[in-house]
Antibody, heavy 120, light 107 residues
Framework: QEHLVESGGGLVKPGGALRLSCAAS????????MSWLRQAPGRGLEWLSY????????DYADSVKGRFTVSRDNAKNSVYLEMNSLRDDDTAVYYC?????????????WGQGTLVTVSS | DIQMTQSPSSLSASVGDRVTITCQAS??????LNWYQQKPGKAPKFLIY???NLETGVPSRFSGSGSGTDFTFTISNLQPEDVATYYC?????????FGQGTRLEIK
């Protein structure tokens, strides 16, 4: 069964940093684009970043560009999100999701999410 | 960025009703539109791709239609387990963008 599990969330002070991980299982991880998305409390869904199958192509939402870095390790079936200069409005549940073989396309499946709280 | 506008923002319907949600894109996105269901406290679940194609395993009471800028998501014969927030998402242009969501409740 295709499965994604995020980890690494927690409480961090404004200006701090955090690294999220997403472990994949049940599918050929290296064959798919991967994305990170988030959902602030009571709000809608926001796409943050994608990384191509071999990591050659990467893109970010303007809201996180220059502060967040996505990477992947196909040997470990994992994708990561390094978050720096965190702000109060970065507080959200962060999800990883699989894209398609050729691009973003659909987000399916999703992980269960990991909560990041930015507060002093 | 392409703006996606859903309506209504919330609705209440009875079991067995037919429910329709609309999603409008700020520019032509062809049929590059997905629909998701998110139940409270859970991750979103992928339902429909390419505006009208049902993902494997999704009940046939869910359907989608449209192309260009105007899209429709329908639940026929509403069931209690359909209580959720529904989102449309375009993937024609980067960045992928979502509608603001439609919260569906049972009367």
């Amino acid at each position: 069964q295709e499965h994604l599990v995020e980890s690494g969330g927690g409480l961090v002070k404004p200006g701090g940093a955090l690294r999220l991980s997403c472990a994949a299982s049940g599918f050929s991880f290296s064959g798919f684009y991967m994305s990170w998305l988030r959902q602030a409390p009571g709000r809608g869904l926001e796409w943050l970043s994608y990384i191509s199958r071999d990591g050659e192509y990467i893109d970010y939402a303007d809201s996180v560009k220059g502060r967040f870095t996505v990477s992947r390790d196909n040997a470990k079936n994992s994708v990561y999100l390094e978050m720096n200069s965190l702000r109060d409005d970065d507080t959200a549940v962060y999800y990883c999701a699989r894209g398609s073989r050729t691009g973003i396309g659909r987000f399916h499946p999703w992980g269960q999410g990991t909560l990041v709280t930015v507060s002093s | 960025d392409i703006q996606m506008t859903q309506s209504p923002s919330s609705l209440s319907a009875s079991v067995g009703d037919r429910v329709t949600i609309t999603c409008q894109a700020s520019q032509d996105i062809r049929n590059y539109l997905n629909w998701y269901q998110q139940k409270p406290g859970k991750a979103p679940k992928f339902l429909i791709y390419g505006a009208s194609n049902l993902e494997t395993g999704v009940p046939s009471r869910f359907s989608g239609s449209g192309s260009g800028t105007d899209f429709t998501f329908t639940i026929s014969n509403l069931q209690p387990e359909d209580v959720a927030t529904y989102y449309c998402q375009q993937y024609d242009k980067l960045p992928p963008t979502f509608g603001q969501g439609t919260r569906l409740e049972i009367k």
